[in-house]
T-cell receptor
Framework: DAGVTQSPTHLIKTRGQHVTLRCSPISGHKSVSWYQQVLGQGPQFIFQ???????GRGNFPDRFSARQFPNYSSELNVNALLLGDSALYLC???????????????FGSGTRLTVV | GQNIDQPTEMTATEGAIVQINCTYQTSGFNGLFWYQQHAGEAPTFLSYNVLDGLEEKGRFSSFLSRSKGYSYLLLKELQMKDSASYLCAVRDNYGQNFVFGPGTRLSVLP
């Protein structure tokens, strides 16, 4: 079975541009969460979606938005990119709305975004 | 507020035992998780504690004291492949997301 897949794996954008990152959860998983991990720090929660509805939002500006599709895949969009948006963006899926299992999330390998 | 603290870096010798501490202050608590993350890769699940005490899984053990807001990850018989960052994370009351610590970068030397 495929794990959580993210695309693209690496991306370079210029300040002010827009970016769309994509995530496909594990088959059967209905919850997708997005995290931002700046180099040398732990991941920071951005969004959670369950059954195509937003269930949680972290402390990120409105430039960040996301959505979940009927097949439970998800997109993270970031507008008006800043240098500080350079980070590893991680997608994580779980089978339930809450990460009710003892194993929490399964993470994808991430998209490395560099803003120049 | 939400705050999780871990040492930034640790170094240990192959075959030795190392303990990585984590202290937390969070508005909610529904479990503490440890993840391992090799450079450039996704975090992978190591252990989970929701009740006080020690959980053992092979070479890895994790301890939790909820009253003290404290956990540790114990790695025994260290191997070179254990060189990685170790992330402590607290799951919120609703189980919807995690608050992660900054991670501890462990270097295992021969």
């Amino acid at each position: 079975d495929a794990g959580v897949t993210q695309s693209p794996t690496h991306l370079i954008k210029t300040r002010g541009q827009h970016v769309t990152l994509r995530c496909s959860p594990i088959s059967g998983h209905k919850s997708v969460s997005w995290y931002q991990q700046v180099l040398g720090q732990g991941p920071q929660f951005i969004f959670q979606y369950y059954e195509k509805e937003e269930r949680g939002r972290g402390n990120f500006p409105d430039r960040f938005s996301a959505r979940q599709f009927p097949n439970y895949s998800s997109e993270l969009n970031v507008n008006a990119l800043l240098l500080g948006d350079s980070a590893l963006y991680l997608c994580a899926s779980s089978s339930s709305e809450g990460t009710g299992t003892n194993y929490g999330y399964t993470f994808g390998s991430g998209t490395r975004l560099t803003v120049v | 507020g939400q705050n999780i603290d871990q040492p930034t870096e640790m170094t240990a010798t192959e075959g030795a035992i190392v303990q990585i501490n984590c202290t937390y202050q969070t508005s909610g608590f529904n479990g503490l998780f440890w993840y391992q993350q090799h450079a450039g890769e996704a975090p992978t699940f190591l252990s989970y504690n929701v009740l006080d005490g020690l959980e053992e899984k092979g070479r890895f053990s994790s301890f939790l004291s909820r009253s003290k807001g404290y956990s540790y990850l114990l790695l025994k018989e260290l191997q070179m492949k254990d060189s990685a960052s170790y992330l402590c994370a607290v799951r919120d009351n609703y189980g919807q997301n995690f608050v992660f610590g900054p991670g501890t970068r462990l270097s295992v030397l021969p």
